[in-house]
């Protein structure tokens, strides 16, 4: 399976990896080899802790260099009227008699206890080309769907922040 990114997701997943590689690993390594210093291993908690610490920034590493390795680059334009990535949507729920905002964002920001719904989720898949006043339906599964209609969509800058123009 690929991950769809942007070429902003993987600029800053890029910019991790260097400094993960070049400033990150050997102040680690150096943590290491210091811990190491202290004596036994077998009982020496820094030294475990520093392994620890620098495991966890390899498999960051690895991690990083797999998904840039492996992504599929797509686009983040959209028409100026309709949802696109990194757009703010704000849906009025009729079942609920609630309205509620949402971000479209890239597998790799989401984060739905703060809004940021992948453009891969049901909600996200819905919306994506949408304009204020569609009615969409979110089909969850086979059982199960709801609607809501688009109010405003706040349209992202280059960086995947909101601007002040919006709809």
Request: aromatic share 6%; charged share 30%; hydrophobic share 35%.
């Amino acid at each position: 399976m690929h991950n769809e990114l942007t070429q902003k997701d993987i600029q800053m997943m890029q910019e991790e990896l260097d400094y993960r590689r070049i400033t990150l690993r050997p102040k680690l390594l150096e943590a290491v080899k210091e811990a190491r210093a202290f004596g036994d291993l077998s009982e020496n908690f820094e030294y475990k802790a520093a392994k620890q610490e620098k495991n966890r920034n390899e498999g960051r590493i690895r991690f990083l260099e797999n998904m840039i390795r492996t992504a599929v680059v797509v686009s983040d334009a959209s028409a100026e009227d309709a949802v696109g990535l990194y757009d703010k949507v704000t849906v009025y729920l009729e079942e609920d008699d609630e309205t509620e905002t949402y971000q479209v964002v890239t597998t790799m920001r989401q984060d739905a206890l703060h809004g940021l719904i992948s453009k891969e989720s049901p909600v996200g898949r819905a919306l994506l080309g949408k304009k204020v006043g569609d009615r969409v339906l979110v089909q969850v599964n086979e059982a199960f769907s709801y609607e809501m209609v688009i109010q405003r969509i706040e349209k992202a800058g280059d960086d995947g922040s909101v601007p002040l123009n919006s709809y």
